[in-house]
Each structure stands twice: as C-alpha cells, then as structure tokens.
C-alpha cells in the first residue's frame, strides 16, 4: 500500500513539474486611448495546447505600446507613446501572479517611442516622431534614472520622392552585447553603436551606418540563431534583406520581400522573428495583405521563400512565437485581438487553431518565464 501510495506521488509530482514546463506568461502591451484597455496584460500560456488564461492587468498605464522584461524577470520597463508628452515607465513584477506594480516613469527625452530594450545596467528606447535614441541608467530597485544620453539622428530619406524626416524605429543588442544596432525608417539607415554600459554619458559610440533602398523604410531586424546573420525588415516596400554580420559590421548578402510579384495593394510590413530552433523566419505584412511570411533559413544565411498566410485579421503589428515553438501569435491593432496559430516544425507552416485572445489594441507580444 504504501509503496503505491509512494508511487501516486511520485507520478503526481513529475507530471506536474512537466505541466509547469509548459506553461509561460505573455505579456501584452496596447494603445490605451482608442478602446477600452488597462495598458499591460499578464496571461498564462499553456504551450502544449495554446490554451491561456488572464492573470493579472495594470491600471491607467498611458499606451505601453513595446514592453522589455529584465534578465531576473523581477522588473518590466515600458514605453508610454503620447508625443512629445511620452515617458518611460519601470514596473516591478511577480510572475507567478502577473502582478505589476508601477516604480516610476522619466521623460523619453523624444517623441513617440516606439521599442525599447534593457539590460542590468541601461534601458535604452528609440524614439519615433523625434528621431532620436534615449538611453537611461537602472537603479538597483529597478527604477530608472533621468536620461543619461541621447542620440540624435539627422538627414534625409535617400529617395528624392520623400522628404523624410529621422524616424528611429529600434534599438536592438548584438548577441554579445558588445554593439546596439539602430533603425532609422526615415532616412532608411541602420546604425552601429559600440555599447559601453557602464560609461557615465556615453553608452553608446557610432562605429558605423549602412544605407537600405532608397524610401523602403527600415523597420525591424533580428539575428540568426548562431550571431552570424542578420534580417531586416523594410516597411514601406516590404523588403527582407539578409546581412553578413561581423564586431558590428553588416555586409548585405541578399534581397528578398514579403510582397507577392503581382500584390497592388497597401504595404506595411511590420514584425519580424526567428523560430527558437533558428530554421524559419517570419515577417508579418499590415496594409491591406494581413499576412505573415515564412521563410527557410539556409545554411549560408539566405533565406528560401516557403509561401504566406493570412493572420486572420487587421493590423498584424507584433507578433511572438512561444519559446517551445509550438505556437506563433499575432497581434490584431485594428481588429482587437491575438489569434494563436500551431507551428510544423518541420515545415515552417502555420495552422490557425481557432484560439483568440480579445483585448483593446494589441501592439507588443513578449513571453517570459511563469
């Protein structure tokens, strides 16, 4: 008796450390003015079923519209975007119940931040409407410090058709953390900045800038699985170009789009990310596609076209894929919800489940540890 008794325990014990295993929290950033939302969600994702379940919400956070987690999970730091009246905000964080409790919040130093990053020692954010990167220090209660340096961005758009203005639409660390790479949308420049992070006014020091295609409008970029690539996504005519990377040089190797030959609608290319186990890409399309893309990655960085699908709504702004693999969602700005695809591992391919998580303009997706 006892030794079955020992046994049931024993069962019980495993098979719900496995369940543990497969559950993660999404976390979810909106735009708060438009519809009714709290500003930051917390859901529990179950990445055997893609079922979920809402776990926790701030209150009155003004349109965290892009969310960075700290390395320990104990901090989240979002972008407030309101003009020039935006702000960076420091909230601590519980995980196991999705509880944030906000800090403090600094001025963005520019207007309309749009992706922010951190790390133990700096939060860094570019900044949209002004053009320009804000990096600010971390106090060790996971506060934020007054802005400790700012980038500011000049020029014009390459393209003689548009009269752009700077536009940076991200910052994002090199796998090292040696480099912070940074897309400038309107002048279609990517930049490359040493990242000194304990420099008390210098965090950042350009070594180097690359021009794209004239008026395609630079975006996102991501890294291949091994540091050796890199894929940047071009919003305004829907480009994918793929880089040889090397100590914060990039070297383009090719030109691929997520824009069919014959498509004579709207383009807004938006998101991009790499499947965890590094072998596929995806790139989502706004506009009027509302698709996303996917793509093989070949061993020499290049990248095989292996067709698109609809994502089931408008405005495919974000979108994450859960750290399993399992599942890829998207984020609807327009249509107010996250619909949960399964993902072929094998193939790359995309399955709608019929699973919908409906909230108040969605623009950021992030997983964390439950």
Known sequence: ???????????????????QKNKFNLLIGTYTTKCDSKGIYVYDFDSNTGDFNFKNATENVINPSFLSVSADNNYIYAV????????VSSFGYVPSTGKMDFINKESAQG??????????????VANYSSGNISVFGKNNDGSITKAKQVIQNYGNANDSNKKQVPHAHQVYFSPDKKYVLGNDLGIDKVFTYAYNPNSPDEILKKKDSISVKPGSGPRHLTFSKNGKFVYLLQENDGTVTAFNYSNGTLKKIQETSVVSKDFTGTIGAADIHISPDGKFLYATNRGTANDI?????????????????????????SFAIDPSGNFLLVAHQYTNDVVIFKRNKK??????????????SPVCLVFGKN
């Not at 207007?111 to 860094?124: F, G, H, K, L, S």
């Not at 193939?347 to 108040?360: E, F, H, M, P, V």
């Open 1 to 19: 008796m006892k030794n079955s008794v020992a046994l049931l325990l024993f069962i019980f014990v495993i098979t719900s450390v496995q369940a």
């Open 80 to 87: 407030n975007e309101n003009g020039d009246k935006s702000m």
């Open 111 to 124: 207007a309309d931040p749009c992706y922010i990053i951190n790390d133990e020692n700096n939060v860094i």
């Open 293 to 317: 893309s996917i793509f093989k990655i070949l061993k020499n960085g290049k990248l095989e076209s292996k067709g698109k699908t609809t994502t089931k709504g408008n405005g495919p702004r």
């Open 347 to 360: 193939t790359g391919s995309i399955t709608d489940t019929g699973k919908i998580i409906t909230l108040c």
